[in-house]
């Protein structure tokens, strides 16, 4: 009988996972499951932006799409400038950062040869969310049952919480000046908000920066104001190279073990062993600031911890992550997901006249629900038209699951959310997902974001590349996953 795999999510990690079990060569039946009507599948969020001035944020010699295949990207982008389907510029330079959407444009189009190459498998394209997922197969918002005999979560990242403030509750209900998710607007956001609007940002990060430079592309002219906790910008990336890594022995405090997924996931890290996590991380973001003081390449700093983070991370407590979470993650992250060459002197230029407001919202006001929002912050008070949601995706399954599936995943203890909340607990080594007597699931997988209750490192395309190999691999190698025949 044909194995059926349903796959939640029609971006990014569905499609390194739709190229993966086609290349394993067994015949299925797949289901793809996108809940955005107009989405471009395989683009996701991130790499569906039409945009030229939304770039990828490394180079594109390390964005190959196939964990085995480094130059994969690379002969593809070589292919369509000598046939003259892109710009010259984009298929010269190997450390070229080029245009998200043309990397969802390659994903799309690999997916499509592999296909071509193994018409026994069929992968079905269904329009609609998934509200439920068990041993059965998934069932749709409208009732609609699909039986699979395998369940994979590529749900990509989730739309940022909302906020909260003393008055948010009865703002968020009755504004109709307020987008919650930049990105489902970003392609016609000039349409959306009126080029003299007054826009005020919630968030200074990545989000942040895509919408600032869509504003400034689209040739808007109302005020903008920039609102964070922390004051702090993406940190740039290297303009020629990716930095080389180098040992990082004198900065980790132990001897990580070879392999961490015998760790138990109960919260209690390595057994027997304290992190100073506070010594680390200092030491860490003093090496950052301190070589880029000197002019060096500073980006060596932060990259030499990524091979060893996620392993960090599972030998972490959950005190000790919370430790990094609520003192350096902010400091760490604008150093770890940078932006491309040359973005920063264009936000930079653009914040010349874009004030940056730095403190806590105490409320956001209205008279009237189309009106003018007045924002308190506990720093400082100003009027805007507009007000965008840009402070990251939600991650924090434990209080508010972001969907009606992974409310009824935890609730029937399919999933179980990271100790902190970051995530959910998954198997590192196959990406199934964890019960909470932390046994793994026969049959539901997972990939990227999800699984950053137990990789923090699960976001760039190179994690989510090997996460969709692992992936394929136990599910070609499991047979029937939940023993049906």
Not at 295 to 300: A, I, K, L
Not at 438 to 465: C, M, Q
Request: net charge negative; with cysteine; glycine share 8%.
């Amino acid at each position: 009988m044909v194995r059926k795999v349903a796959i939640i999510g029609g971006g990014i990690s569905a499609g390194a996972l739709v190229i993966q079990l086609l290349r394993g060569g067994e015949e299925m039946e797949i289901h793809v499951f996108e809940k955005e009507e107009g989405r471009r599948m395989w683009a996701g969020v991130a790499y569906g932006t039409p945009a030229d001035w939304h770039l990828i944020n490394i180079p594109s010699y390390a964005m190959s799409i196939i964990e085995d295949d480094a130059d994969h990207l690379s002969r593809w982008l070589e292919r369509k400038r000598a046939a003259g389907k892109i710009d010259a510029k984009w298929g010269t330079d190997k450390a070229m950062h080029i245009p998200r959407g043309m990397f969802g444009e390659y994903v799309g189009e690999t997916i499509e040869e592999e296909m071509a190459k193994h018409p026994a498998t069929k992968v079905n394209i269904v329009r609609g969310e998934v509200t439920v997922a068990n041993e059965s197969g998934i069932i749709l918002e409208d009732g609609t049952m699909i039986a699979a005999d395998v369940v994979v979560l590529c749900s990509g990242n989730f739309s940022p919480s909302n906020v909260k403030f003393h008055n948010s509750e009865h703002f968020y209900s009755t504004t109709k000046r307020y987008l919650q998710n930049p990105w489902k607007h970003l392609s016609n956001l000039h349409e959306v908000i009126p080029p003299t609007a007054r826009v005020g940002i919630i968030g200074s990060r990545l989000t942040a920066v895509d919408v600032l430079l869509t504003l400034a592309n689209t040739n808007h002219e109302g005020e903008i104001h920039l609102m964070s906790r922390t004051g702090l910008l993406p940190k740039s990336n290297h303009a020629e190279f990716l930095p080389p890594l180098r040992d990082v022995t004198d900065i980790v405090p132990i001897t990580l073990p070879e392999d961490v997924s015998d760790i138990k996931q109960d919260g209690a890290g390595l057994p027997g062993v304290s992190i100073d996590v506070d010594k680390l991380f200092t030491t860490l973001i003093d090496n950052c600031k301190r070589v880029e003081a000197e002019g060096g390449v500073w980006q060596t700093e932060i990259d030499s911890m990524r091979p060893v983070f996620n392993k960090l991370w599972m030998c972490m407590s959950t005190e000790e992550r919370g430790v990094f979470l609520s003192k350096f993650r902010d400091e760490f992250e604008i150093r770890r997901h940078r932006v491309a060459p040359g973005i920063m002197e264009a936000i930079e230029k653009i914040l010349e006249k874009a004030p940056h407001h730095v403190g806590h919202i105490k409320s956001m006001t209205q008279e009237d629900p189309c009106g003018p929002v007045k924002i308190e912050l506990d720093t400082s008070s100003f009027e805007v038209d507009w007000v965008i949601n840009c402070t990251g995706p939600q991650l924090d399954f434990r209080h508010t699951p972001p969907s009606a599936l992974f409310t009824q995943l935890i609730t029937t203890s399919l999933a179980t959310p990271e100790q902190t909340g970051i995530g959910l607990l998954v198997d590192t080594t196959t990406g199934q997902l964890l019960s909470p007597d932390l046994a793994p699931s026969p049959y539901i997988y997972a990939i990227g974001p999800v699984r950053k209750g137990s990789e923090w490192e699960t976001i760039a395309v190179k994690d989510i590349r090997k996460q969709a190999q692992g992936v394929a691999q136990a599910i070609l190698s499991s047979g029937k996953a939940n023993g049906k025949q």
